[in-house]
C-alpha cells in the first residue's frame, strides 16, 4: 500500500508540474513562507532494501532546493526570524526555513557544508537520549532485523503471524506492516519491548544505533556553535506525546530541552513534535509547548506558512523534502503550496 501511495503522490506532483497549475495556484496557496523538514542529509546507499530512504535526501537534491530558492529571491531565515516575521505579522518579503529532525551526524557533515555555500541557517531539533547514546531509534531497528533475515515472526493482535523476508520485496511488505503494528501499539513500553524482542531473536544490537548515527553531546556543542546553526527539542526519547499521560508529556518536552541547554549552555526556544501527525500531536501537545514557554513548534502535517499561522505558533505546519521524490522539477511545485493544497483539501491551516 505504501509503494501505491508514493507513486501516487509522485504521479501527482508530476501532474501539478506538467499541467502548469502550480503556477495557477501560486498567488492564492503559497503563503507567506515555508518551513522545510529533513531528516538525514547524505549520499544515497545502494543496498536494494531501504525502507526509511523517504528520510533521506542527497546533498545535492539540498543544494538543488537552495539554489531554487535564492533565484526565487526568498528570504532563508532562522525560526527565531520565522517567529518575529509571524508575531509582527512583517509578511513584506516570502521566507524559508530548514529544520532537520533527530539531531543525525550527516546533517553536520553533509548538510551544513551545503547550508554554508548559500550562507543559509538550519535548525536542529534532538531528542536527548539520542545524544545522551542511550536512545532506541526502533525504526533503524527494524530495519538491520529485515535486512539480514530470511523470515521473521511477530505477535500481531496476538496471533505469532510469520513474514516472508527473502526478497527485497518481501522485505519492503514485512517493513511496512510490522512498521504500523509497531506504532499503533498502547505505549512506549510496549514498541520497545516488541522491537527488543525481534532485535534480540535477529542478532541485532539495538544499542549501538544512536551512538553510530547521532551527533554527541560533545558534537553538538561544537556544531551548535557555528552561527549558522540552531538547536532546537525534540523530546527526550522521541516518543508519541499524544500518548503519554499529560505529566509524562510535559516531563518530556520540558526535560528535553533543561538537557540540552544543560549540555550546550544555550537557550533552546523552538520545538518539534516525534512523528508530528495528528496521531502524535494535537491541541493538547500545542498547549503543552506553549506553557513550557516555547517559541514555536513545528508538526509533520503538511503545509505552507500563512498569515493565520501566527495564531498557531506551536502547530506550525512544514514541507517535506522526501527522499522518495528528488527530483528537480518538483521545487517549483513544492515552493508554489500546490501540493501541500491539494494534500489538505485546499484548507491553508491544520492546527485542530
Not at 535526501?57 to 543544494?63: G, I, M, Q, T, Y
Not at 522539477?329 to 508554489?336: E, F, H, K, Q
Request: with cysteine.
Amino acid at each position: 500500500m505504501k509503494s501505491l501511495r508514493n507513486t501516487v503522490i509522485r504521479a501527482g506532483l508530476e501532474a501539478l508540474y506538467f499541467s502548469g497549475a502550480h503556477y495557477l495556484l501560486r498567488p492564492i496557496f503559497a503563503g507567506v513562507g515555508a518551513i522545510f523538514m529533513l531528516h538525514h542529509v547524505r549520499p544515497s546507499g545502494s543496498a536494494q532494501f531501504q525502507p526509511n530512504r523517504h528520510l533521506e535526501v542527497e546533498p545535492a537534491f539540498l543544494h538543488a532546493m537552495l539554489a531554487h530558492l535564492r533565484q526565487l529571491d526568498i528570504d532563508i531565515v532562522t525560526m527565531d526570524e520565522v517567529h518575529q516575521r509571524l508575531s509582527e505579522r512583517n509578511f513584506a518579503r516570502r521566507f524559508a526555513c530548514f529544520t532537520l529532525d533527530d539531531g543525525y551526524r550527516d546533517n553536520r557533515d553533509f548538510a551544513l557544508p551545503v547550508m554554508r555555500e548559500f550562507d543559509a541557517p538550519l535548525t536542529v531539533y534532538v531528542a536527548s537520549d539520542f545524544a545522551d547514546g542511550s536512545g532506541r531509534l526502533w525504526w533503524v531497528a527494524l530495519e538491520k532485523v529485515i535486512a539480514g533475515a530470511t523470515a521473521i515472526e511477530a505477535p500481531i493482535g496476538g496471533i505469532i503471524t510469520r513474514f516472508d523476508t527473502s526478497t527485497p520485496a518481501a522485505k519492503q511488505t514485512a517493513f511496512d506492516r510490522l512498521h504500523d503494528w509497531l506504532r499503533a501499539l498502547p505505549g512506549e513500553h510496549d514498541l520497545q519491548r516488541e522491537i527488543s524482542a525481534l532485535c534480540a531473536r535477529h542478532g541485532v544490537d539495538e544499542t549501538t544505533i544512536a551512538r553510530d548515527l547521532c551527533m554527541s553531546w560533545e558534537e553538538l556543542k561544537a556544531f551548535a556553535d557555528d552561527p549558522l546553526v540552531t538547536i532546537g527539542a525534540h523530546t527526550i526519547t522521541h516518543c508519541n506525546l499524544a500518548r503519554q499521560s499529560e505529566a509524562t508529556a510535559a516531563c518530556e518536552i520540558d526535560t528535553s530541552r533543561a538537557r540540552i541547554e544543560a549540555a550546550l549552555q544555550k537557550p533552546v526556544l523552538h520545538f518539534a513534535y516525534p512523528y508530528g501527525d495528528r496521531i502524535a500531536a494535537g491541541r493538547r501537545e500545542f498547549a503543552l509547548t506553549r506553557a513550557s514557554g516555547f517559541k514555536t513548534a513545528v508538526t509533520t502535517r503538511p503545509g505552507m506558512i500563512f498569515p493565520e499561522s501566527a495564531a498557531h505558533l506551536t502547530a506550525l505546519q512544514r514541507v517535506s523534502l522526501n527522499g522518495n521524490y528528488q527530483d528537480a522539477r518538483i521545487l517549483p511545485v513544492l515552493t508554489s503550496g500546490a501540493a501541500t493544497a491539494v494534500w489538505n483539501g485546499f484548507r491553508r491551516i491544520d492546527a485542530a
